[in-house]
């Protein structure tokens, strides 16, 4: 039987004291947040023009001109609200407080008196809106306008933008449904949006209205053919027919291989969760636990990156994972670690905490500079300047992260998640708080629990919980699935039960009662299945959670030519150059081959000692332009 899931671990709640996560949070607001302000504002020289925040001005009538951006500008700015939430509970800021008000003042004067609310529509084709779900993000945008409402109102209590928001989202569920008008979103988002407002006013319409647009999907007549016949224009020009590409292909319940766009996929599963949790639909559980196993088995590289083409920036199929093409957007990871929370609120197991990890050090992080001023839209796992980001098939794969760009989705969906990345870490349901990752701070949960935690983690593995309030309760912690040598003390005795990847502490708690977790962080190699054929005879290097890369800065060029020996033993360096001050490096003895001039030869390449070094992936091309290699041939018989 599902157990419903709580509510999140309120935030308000969380204080995050964590040498690696409070040095990203710091940087997201005392950085990114400020510059991706001014980005939305046109007030950055030299990169990619948003337009976002006049299009509201313009939707509201207070300047001319016209719209300019993608059609679905308005979510960059719902998303750096959200962001903007959630940093105000890690620092309070007054002067940013007042900036996010009067943009959520200029939101509302932007929506029209019946709920609508899309500057696209409003400022430039007022005559055609709702006509073309499939392309034109009406749904999606206002999915996330609407997150940001529940952020904003779960983390400051204020309800200036759920009131705007509750308006848009009656309009919508007036609108569709069983008995209504018929549709679906082309790019899911609405769904998860809907029930997070449904769990904090308990309004049943909210959770219907999700329902609806999960259930409707994939069902006949083909809802976008059908929309398509009806109307004489088009946007991007998209073929109705392609139903994978929005899995709209067969019934949500009846999917099993995850297709189509990476990011609408991984949307689409975690809304499916949220309401198979509400709900109770076992049918539906079933249906995300057979997709999240197709990814996971099948579909995902491993830094945590989906969506192996860039044809629909879309997964294509089992095993098909190129390093140097492929796309593994930074949304698409953030969209699996959406997922792989909800799995783990409605099933704690290791498996998806394990992903949740992953998806956090690699996936996600990759996709932002350390400066916090550039980003990847998309994250290789192998570039090379002057093919990749050059040639036609390797345009997207880009050498370096550039300082904005049209399509800007990821910048602030990094900034959303990274500032509330304490709903992440921990949990909770009516008996038992979890520790799903190790995040330094301290919490006070619903239960009466108050715990603190200090951790080295993730480039040391001691991490040490001290209850600070008498209470009886279960307290479950997670063990890595990498770890294979860790020891759990409670008060100084062993305590080694361990139950689908957590250990279990039941008590009744007195306050300083000290919980320590003593995890061999070691460096690892990792071998891909060998139906991956870009991996065959490949070696990736690991430690922790973290996935390793080999960059050129230390390695010189041509990284394709170096080779790790099988029995090569890998040293630990914690760095200390500017760039990754304190990072742990991998460092190894391993060979680099070299040929003849010849393009095809007779002679084997000849072989000579090479001093190698491996970077965490998430720092790559942080030090200049340069080849970079997440898997190098393993030389055998070493």
């Not at 964590?18 to 940087?27: A, E, G």
């Not at 993730?458 to 912690?477: L, S, V």
């Not at 990072?583 to 084997?604: F, K, N, Q």
Request: glycine share 8%.
């Amino acid at each position: 039987m599902i157990k419903k899931q709580l509510p999140s671990v309120d935030l308000t709640r969380v204080s995050i004291s964590d040498p690696f996560w409070s040095k990203v949070q710091n940087l997201v607001t005392d950085v990114v947040i400020p510059y991706q302000k001014q980005i939305l504002e046109d007030a950055v020289p030299g990169v990619e023009k948003s337009h976002a925040i006049e299009n509201f001005r313009i939707a509201a009538g207070e300047q001319k001109g016209e719209f300019y951006g993608m059609v679905f500008q308005d979510s960059d700015v719902a998303k750096w609200l959200e962001a903007v939430a959630y940093s105000l509970v890690i620092h309070p800021d007054e002067k940013l407080e007042r900036e996010a008000l009067d943009l959520i003042a200029l939101v509302g004067r932007a929506q029209e008196p019946d709920g609508y609310l899309n500057t696209y529509f409003t400022a430039k084709e007022p005559e055609h809106k709702w006509q073309n779900l499939q392309e034109c993000h009406e749904l999606y945008c206002a999915g996330h306008m609407l997150e940001a409402a529940v952020g904003w109102y779960e983390a400051t209590g204020k309800t200036e933008l759920l009131d705007i928001m509750r308006r848009n989202a009656d309009l919508i569920c007036s609108r569709f449904g069983k008995d209504k008008l018929r549709g679906i979103p082309g790019h899911e988002e609405i769904e998860m949006a809907l029930v997070r407002l449904y769990r904090i006013t308990g309004e049943k319409k909210y959770l219907d209205t999700a329902g609806y647009f999960l259930e409707e999907r994939g069902t006949e007549p083909n809802y976008f053919k059908e929309e398509r016949a009806k109307r004489d224009w088009e946007h991007w020009g998209m073929n109705p027919d392609d139903r994978e590409y929005a899995q709209n292909h067969a019934p949500v319940k009846q999917q099993d291989k995850a297709v189509g766009h990476a990011v609408r996929a991984a949307y689409l599963y975690t809304a499916m969760a949220d309401y198979a949790s509400e709900t109770g639909d076992e049918e539906m559980y079933e249906a995300c636990k057979r997709l999240w196993r197709n990814i996971v088995d099948c579909r995902m590289y491993v830094t945590g990156g989906i969506g192996s083409t860039v044809h629909g920036e879309a997964f294509s199929v089992d095993y098909e994972l190129p390093n140097d093409l492929v796309y593994a957007e930074t949304c698409a990871s953030v969209a699996m670690a959406f997922f792989a929370r909800r799995m783990m609120e409605i099933e704690p197991k290791g498996e998806y905490a394990d992903i949740l990890e992953k998806e956090l050090y690699n996936g996600i992080l990759s996709g932002m500079q350390l400066d916090g001023r550039r980003f990847f839209y998309v994250n290789p796992l192998e570039v090379v300047p002057g093919v990749s980001g050059k040639l036609p098939e390797y345009k997207h794969a880009l050498p370096e992260r550039p300082g904005w760009y049209a399509c800007a989705c990821c910048p602030p969906n990094v900034a959303r998640l990274a500032t509330s990345i304490g709903q992440y870490a921990w949990g909770e349901n009516e008996d038992t708080v979890y520790a799903h990752t190790y995040l330094g701070g301290k919490v006070s949960f619903r239960n009466g629990a108050v715990i603190s935690c200090k951790s080295s983690y993730p480039w040391q593995g001691n991490i040490q919980y001290t209850m600070e309030a008498d209470k009886e309760f279960t307290f479950a912690i997670h063990i890595p699935g990498w770890c294979k040598n860790w020891s759990l003390h409670v008060n100084g005795q062993e305590q080694p039960e361990l139950r689908d990847g957590y250990a279990y502490l039941h008590r009744a708690w007195k306050a300083g009662d000290v919980v320590e977790l003593t995890l061999k962080l070691e460096p690892r190699k990792l071998y891909a299945n060998t139906n991956v054929r870009a991996d065959a005879g490949c070696v990736a290097l690991a430690r922790g959670p973290i996935v390793y890369c080999f960059e050129e800065k230390d390695n010189g060029t041509k990284l394709s030519a170096l080779r790790i020996p099988r029995g090569a033993a890998i040293r630990e360096e914690t760095c200390i150059e500017e760039k990754l001050d304190g990072m742990t490096a991998l460092t190894l003895s391993g060979v680099r081959v070299t040929s003849g001039p010849a393009l095809y030869s007779e002679e084997p390449p000849k072989e000579e000692t090479a001093a190698l070094r491996a970077v965490p992936y998430f720092a790559w091309g942080n030090r200049g332009a340069g080849e970079m290699r997440v898997w190098l041939i393993e030389k055998e018989g070493c």
